[in-house]
């Protein structure tokens, strides 16, 4: 699997930490810097054109930027161009990640499928702190991939692991197939998306095994007033659609990033 260039992950990561504070990006001026620092990928080096792996790798981070200016249709097609062009196991990751952010759950789930287990498990043991296959996992109700088994991964991300394995769990106990748990998932990111936002974090999930309980938040920078709205649409549209899911065993809504430090 080829280590991904430098000014690709570095241009993933600042763009991660407009991410993290869950504020849409508006200024101009800073936008325009990024497009440009996007644009050299695509222009080449040392006068040479720039490679199909660099042009994906261009329509990929430009995908990253476009969740964050809430232009959700070009973080799809963008994506779909970037996969047309190579498979590359980092890139794939990264747009996965991206339409996670975006709410588009299933999305993101068929775009991980297309990465073997042996370049997840690849991918989870880089020195890439941004990279973390558990979370991708865990975001996408993607609960039964061999890669869990590796221990290698299990070794580093023992935690999030176990917490995985809980999940599926819980979900089979329930009688909630892993694609009916990531519709719902996919129902709020629908929510989530008409208010011109996005994931300000990893989804947070609590677990009681012994109670057979699990709770799916996703985190939001928005007001408590905003929040709470959000939280009532999403529950009326779930259980209108599912009337048959145990809302007081399994539970899907938003809450605030800050809440959670």
């Given at each position: 699997?080829?280590?991904?260039?430098?000014?690709?992950?570095?241009?993933?990561?600042?763009?991660?930490?407009?991410?993290?504070?869950?504020?849409?990006?508006?200024?101009?001026?800073?936008?325009?810097?990024?497009?440009?620092?996007?644009?050299?990928?695509?222009?080449?080096?040392?006068?040479?054109?720039?490679?199909?792996?660099?042009?994906?790798?261009?329509?990929?981070?430009?995908?990253?930027?476009?969740?964050?200016?809430?232009?959700?249709?070009?973080?799809?097609?963008?994506?779909?161009?970037?996969?047309?062009?190579?498979?590359?196991?980092?890139?794939?990751?990264?747009?996965?990640?991206?339409?996670?952010?975006?709410?588009?759950?299933?999305?993101?789930?068929?775009?991980?499928?297309?990465v073997s287990e042996y370049d997840?498990?690849?991918?989870?043991?880089?020195?890439?702190?941004?990279?973390?296959?558990?979370?991708?996992?865990?975001?996408?109700?993607?609960?039964?991939?061999?890669?869990?088994?590796?221990?290698?991964?299990?070794?580093?991300?023992?935690?999030?692991?176990?917490?995985?394995?809980?999940?599926?769990?819980?979900?089979?106990?329930?009688?909630?197939?892993?694609?009916?748990?990531?519709?719902?998932?996919?129902?709020?990111?629908?929510?989530?998306?008409?208010?011109?936002?996005?994931?300000?974090?990893?989804?947070?999930?609590?677990?009681?095994?012994?109670?057979?309980?699990?709770?799916?938040?996703?985190?939001?920078?928005?007001?408590?007033?905003?929040?709470?709205?959000?939280?009532?649409?999403?529950?009326?549209?779930?259980?209108?659609?599912?009337?048959?899911?145990?809302?007081?065993?399994?539970?899907?809504?938003?809450?605030?990033?800050?809440?959670?430090?």
């Amino acid at each position: 699997m080829p280590a991904p260039q430098l000014d690709t992950a570095s241009l993933f990561y600042d763009l991660n930490r407009f991410r993290i504070e869950g504020r849409l990006l508006t200024d101009q001026s800073v936008i325009s810097k990024y497009e440009r620092s996007i644009e050299a990928i695509k222009a080449g080096k040392n006068c040479q054109p720039a490679s199909s792996q660099e042009v994906a790798s261009y329509y990929v981070i430009l995908a990253s930027l476009r969740c964050l200016t809430a232009d959700f249709g070009q973080v799809v097609t963008l994506g779909e161009k970037a996969l047309n062009m190579t498979q590359d196991p980092y890139l794939v990751y990264n747009q996965s990640v991206t339409l996670s952010i975006s709410g588009y759950f299933s999305k993101a789930r068929a775009t991980l499928d297309k990465v073997s287990e042996y370049d997840l498990a690849s991918l989870s043991l880089t020195e890439d702190d941004g990279v973390r296959i558990t979370s991708i996992l865990q975001d996408t109700i993607s609960l039964d991939r061999d890669v869990l088994s590796d221990d290698r991964v299990r070794d580093r991300f023992s935690y999030d692991v176990d917490r995985i394995l809980e999940m599926r769990e819980i979900l089979s106990d329930l009688g909630i197939s892993d694609s009916q748990a990531l519709s719902m998932l996919d129902i709020a990111g629908d929510v989530l998306r008409s208010r011109n936002t996005f994931l300000a974090h990893d989804l947070y999930i609590h677990t009681n095994s012994i109670e057979r309980y699990l709770s799916i938040s996703l985190p939001v920078s928005l007001s408590a007033s905003e929040i709470a709205e959000m939280e009532w649409e999403c529950i009326g549209k779930v259980m209108e659609q599912y009337p048959e899911v145990p809302y007081s065993s399994f539970n899907i809504g938003f809450t605030s990033a800050n809440a959670h430090g």
